[in-house]
């Protein structure tokens, strides 16, 4: 199945929205996800592991180094896809 | 080990301990299922001397500052040892700060070098900052890709000149790394590390953890940590034991690790052995009733026999299981960065598993009371480390006063931060501002903190003035940010708080707009700096000539507040 950027992004958003249980819709790329969600770095590692899952790939914690909002992150993932 | 007391420097005890356990392993560093490389250390050596002397040749001399930048792995330890045996500086930051942090701490520790890895350099290359740091002459990246924009980085692999580099001996009173405690605030604080402040540190923690041939750490704190740079690198390896790094922190791997590596020590911030906790009483509340009974009385029995001091050789022999799930070497767990609950350090206890927890700053070397477990003690941060003095400043009717540090282990001060210095160390003592006690059996018990500063269970320290700027222009007459704990102590190191205090203008008040504007700002801080109620004040904050805020004035005003009253959850 081939994505695009945008189709990436919205799928992220979907799965993070899902994970920590808030409302979807609530999320935006733009997004610091430690900010928003107010999660810990071990929770973010959590949702390494989910997004790995769910796109068959290998995101390397130190690749992610830095990385705190989806866009970037669905750009990280886009390109390993 | 090396005889420490023979050596003058960092350089010097690295660079015989490559010679007398040359054929050993030192380093072993893994990706997920994956082994990267394994090195002894004459492996280690042979990469770290091209490094060495590449560095030399471009310039780089005796007190010259070197930054690293890097998540745990081997290239740290590789860097710092070329950084050491040149007669370097090391300048090791947090790599979770934020780019443009990480160049403030870059400019002020005047570092000429920085090696850090690609990613990291795809951030920091672009962030504000890097045009005013402009001390910083070559940079190293590691693992760049083939065709990758290095920004004007050289790469690491390449970066490397043939021939034997020339050992630069430093004495033990020299700059052996400047660490910064904090940092993030207007204020950097580099603490000035000597060679004899790590050589002294790290007799002091070998006598009572001992490291030898054969012993595995697994380093899972971050290597600029004071802990992991004596417990991850320095100590094994004047030792001649091993360290082992994984390039992930994810939970499922770091569990794989114990039983593949054969680890001996761990060092953990209290939040992961928390997780730990939870992943472990899981699985025992999930046994079917009867096996659950057996094993709740091998615990008892496991209890029982261990009361004195630990027999790892009994524990592991009653419960093989939790013992094999860590890979049935496992000497002991070290726990640092922040207090960890008594009742966390009792539960690993009663399996069997010794958690060495104990009390440290970075200004005092790594630790100053580590728990010795004769016997083990869940409520205290144990006794004071050989070489150390502690007493308790002014102690109130209780005993309880600051707690303050004489050692060869205390730094020499704060980067360019003289009158910080002399507020820290007064008399050659190091006052901590953390308020505690002895007990009769020479245990320190830590109450509070006279400090203005949280700490959290994932080790961060968080200087309310850094909080402040989050709420910078809200429409308020006038606002300041405080450790709950420091207005009205708790007797207590868990479980820390924020708050906001507010003054009004003439006839304004709490308005719903108002709480929901403060709401907002709080949630775009990260989830450890939020502040966690309000407290709204009636008077003028004592200020002084310069109209700077006079916090410990406000504090004793506020004080007088109840505080199950004065603060509103937000």
Known sequence: MTRTLDQTTQEVLDLAARHFQVAPGTLAPSDDFFRKLGINSLQALELLSRLENHFSIELPDYEMQGVSDFQTLAERIQSRL | ?570
């Not at chain 2, 091209?50 to 930048?69: M, V």
């Not at chain 2, 993030?184 to 790290?202: A, F």
């Not at chain 2, 499922?252 to 730990?276: C, D, G, H, M, W």
């Not at chain 2, 080790?459 to 402040?468: H, L, R, T």
Request: glycine share 8%.
């Open chain 2, 1 to 570: 080990m090396l005889d420490l007391s023979q050596y003058q420097s960092i350089g010097e005890a690295l660079r015989d301990a490559m010679q007398k356990y040359s054929g050993e392993i030192c380093l072993i560093e893994a990706d997920r299922e994956r082994e990267n490389h394994r090195l002894t250390y004459r492996d280690f050596q042979q990469r770290a001397e091209p490094l060495a002397k590449a560095l030399q040749d471009s310039g780089f001399a005796a007190g010259d500052r070197a930054s690293i930048i890097m998540t745990n792995q081997s290239k740290w330890l590789i860097s710092a040892y070329a950084i050491f045996y040149t007669g370097g500086v090391l300048v090791p930051l947090d790599y979770k700060l934020t780019a443009p942090q990480q160049w403030d701490l870059l400019r002020h520790s005047g570092a000429s070098v920085l090696i850090t890895e690609y990613p990291i350099w795809r951030q920091l290359s672009v962030a504000e900052g890097r045009a005013a740091c402009t001390n910083l002459r070559w940079v190293l990246v590691t693992e760049a890709p083939a065709n990758a924009d290095l920004g004007g980085a050289q790469r690491w692999e390449e970066f490397s000149a043939a021939g034997a580099p020339q050992f630069v001996p430093r004495e033990r009173r020299d700059l052996a790394s400047i660490v910064y405690s904090s940092g993030t605030g207007g204020q950097p604080k580099g603490c000035m590390m000597t060679h004899d402040n790590y050589l002294e540190q790290c007799v002091a923690l070998t006598s009572l953890y001992p490291f030898w041939p054969g012993v595995r750490y697994l380093s899972i704190l971050p290597t600029n940590h004071a802990i992991d740079f004596m417990v991850g690198f320095f100590g094994p390896f004047t030792c001649g034991a091993a360290v082992v790094h994984l390039r992930t922190l994810r939970p499922e791997f770091v569990r794989e690790a114990f039983p593949k590596y054969q680890i001996t020590y761990v060092s953990l911030v209290p939040l992961v052995l928390k997780n730990l906790q939870k992943g472990l009483q899981a699985r025992f509340d999930a046994l079917p009733a009867r096996k659950r009974k057996v094993f709740d009385f091998l615990v008892r029995v496991n209890k029982a026999l261990t009361r004195s001091h630990p027999r790892l050789w009994l524990s592991r022999r009653l419960l093989p299981q939790v013992h094999n799930a860590f890979g049935g070497g496992l000497r002991a767990m070290i726990v640092g960065g922040a207090f960890t609950e008594p009742q966390t350090l009792q539960f690993f206890y009663d399996l069997g598993i010794p958690v060495a927890n104990g009390y440290g700053l970075t200004e005092a070397g790594t630790a100053i009371t580590v728990n010795d477990l004769k016997p083990f003690r869940a409520d205290t941060v144990g006794k004071p480390l050989p070489g150390m003095e502690v007493r308790i400043l002014h102690p109130d009717a209780a005993g309880n006063g600051e707690v303050a540090v004489r050692s060869k282990t205390v730094m020499s001060g704060y980067l360019n931060e003289p009158e910080l210095t002399a507020r820290a160390i007064v008399d050659g003592w190091l006052h901590t501002g953390d308020l505690g006690h002895f007990d009769a059996q020479g245990h320190l018990h830590l109450v509070g903190r006279k400090k203005n500063m949280i700490v959290t269970e994932e080790g961060k320290n968080i200087y309310p003035e850094d909080i402040e700027g989050a709420f910078d222009s809200l429409p308020v007459k006038e606002l300041c940010v405080f450790a709950a704990d420091y207005i009205w102590p708790r007797r207590s190191m868990v479980g820390e708080q924020l708050i906001l205090v507010l003054h009004f203008e003439p006839g304004q008040n709490l308005t719903d707009e108002l709480r929901r504007e403060i709401v907002r700002r709080n949630n775009q801080l990260l989830n450890f700096k939020r502040v966690h109620g309000l407290v709204v004040f009636e008077n003028d904050f004592p200020r002084n000539a310069s109209q700077k805020v006079l916090r410990d004035s406000l504090r004793d005003l506020l004080v007088g507040l109840d505080r199950a009253t004065a603060v509103q959850p937000l």
